[in-house]
């Protein structure tokens, strides 16, 4: 009874202290408490968020504060964003398409061609901009190119949907749409829209509601209306990543490294091995937040949020890893994991002496990589996190660190 005791009391001091590490920050001076987020997107050194009512506003500060930038822009109902290395593109609720070459500092209206000023997404690829479109209803709309920076669109298909996410992936354009009754999902065209073909296997139920795709490599995932979907095969066919997230609406996703964070309306999950477990992390958020759309700039995740502005949080910090201090150790070390051997939970502590690319991984006693945990650059200091190995069978386990030149490996015993 004792050792279960002890084991319980480890794990609630463990989680606790996990959950204790960071908090969501609102950071919305300038733009106000209340507003509807719909885009947060990162270029030309600012950061730059839509709002459904307020136009365009922008950041020098990592959102410290923010400014608006709406000089010519006639719609301030604006739906997405995009930003390229020459221009900025604005969709808008009924206004359409808006482009900027001067990080907002002045709008040109931008919509030559269009005949569906309703803007659901905005992509570009290979020298063409991309607008998704749909009707006040979110019923009927199809997908839009242009090949001149948006002085001219040219209808590219998919008529009759709602066309919320577009990606270039390969030779294949994807199209992630709502459902009007009859169909919806996941669109692939290979020659710019002329023939379009339906590609929802392996999608379930609302899953045919997709809002979100992004790209990692060869690897495509899906946000949908009931999770996470993973494509290998550039959308030929999908399976649930997501067991955790069984029936909740992914409205975002971003993408870093080995991070996976998804934005619900109960707010932000992530995952640390590639959708496999997925944890909530709401601390700091006001009660009731629903987030639209996510953005990892720099050391930052940030939160663009249905009617509560936009929040931040650092990336690291989000997942456990913590610096305990700035002091400079004389060496790079990866100490002993503690407990260990353990039941599910232990931690794991390291340190940098200058600034490296550092990682670690966790591998099996065959020397299979199960678990990427860290990834990224780091000062010096000394840093902790807490290793979740719930989903790992007893064994032993091996914790190998790379930071710069440095190779260090640590033997951990799972006990169950």
């Known amino acids: 009874m004792k050792k279960y005791f002890l084991i319980f009391l480890l794990y609630y001091v463990f989680i606790n202290t996990l959950n204790s590490y960071s908090q969501w920050v609102q950071c919305s001076v300038g733009i106000g408490e209340n507003q509807r987020i719909t885009s947060v997107i990162s270029g030309g050194g600012y950061l730059f968020a839509g709002s459904a009512t307020g136009g365009v506003y922008r950041s020098s500060n990592n959102g410290d504060s923010w400014q608006p930038v709406n000089t010519g822009l006639s719609n301030t109902k604006v739906s997405a964003l995009y930003f390229t290395i020459n221009n900025l593109y604005a969709g808008t609720i009924g206004g359409g398409v808006f482009t900027s070459t001067n990080s907002g500092d ?19 690829s290979n020298s063409k901009i991309y607008a998704g479109t749909s009707d006040t209803l979110g019923n009927s709309g199809g997908v839009y190119v242009s090949t001149n920076s948006g002085a001219i669109w040219s209808f590219a298909g998919l008529s009759g949907l709602q066309v919320r996410a577009i990606l270039v992936n390969d030779n294949f354009l994807l199209a992630g749409t709502g459902y009007n009754g009859t169909t919806g999902g996941v669109f692939r065209t290979t020659n710019g829209g002329v023939n379009w073909h339906i590609s929802n296997y392996g999608l379930l139920g609302f ?127 990866l100490l002993q994991n503690y407990p260990n051997p353990f039941n599910s939970l ?52 091996y914790c190998r660190m790379i930071a710069g030149d440095y190779g260090l490996t640590r033997k951990m015993l799972i006990i169950k």
């Not at 002045?106 to 570009?124: C, D, P, R």
């Not at 720099?298 to 456990?320: P, Q």
Request: proline content about 2%; overall charge neutral; hydrophobic content about 35%.
């Open 106 to 124: 002045s709008w040109s209206a931008a919509s030559g061609g269009l005949t569906n000023l309703y803007i659901s997404s905005l992509y570009y």
């Open 207 to 333: 899953g045919i509601e997709v809002n979100h795709l992004s790209a990692d490599g060869a690897n495509i995932y899906a946000g949908t209306g009931t999770g996470v979907y993973l494509s290998i095969n550039n959308g030929g066919s999908w399976e649930s990543i997501s067991i955790q997230l069984s029936g909740v609406k992914v409205n975002s996703l971003a993408l870093n490294n080995f991070m996976m964070f998804a934005g619900t309306p109960n707010g932000v999950y992530i995952s640390t091995n590639y959708g496999v477990n997925w944890t909530l992390r709401n601390q700091g958020f006001t009660q009731g937040i629903s987030v639209n759309k996510l953005l990892v700039s720099g050391n930052n995740l940030y939160a663009g949020t249905m009617e509560h502005s936009i929040w931040r949080r650092d990336a690291n910090e989000i997942i456990g890893i913590r610096k305990i201090t700035g002091e400079v150790p004389e060496k790079v070390r």
């Open 346 to 397: 232990s931690k794991i502590r390291f340190e940098i002496s200058k600034t490296s690319v550092t990682y670690i991984y966790i591998y099996d006693i065959k020397g299979c990589l199960i678990r990427n945990i860290v990834s990224g650059i780091y000062s010096p200091g000394i840093y902790e996190f807490i290793f979740d190995g719930s989903d790992l069978a007893s064994g032993i386990y």
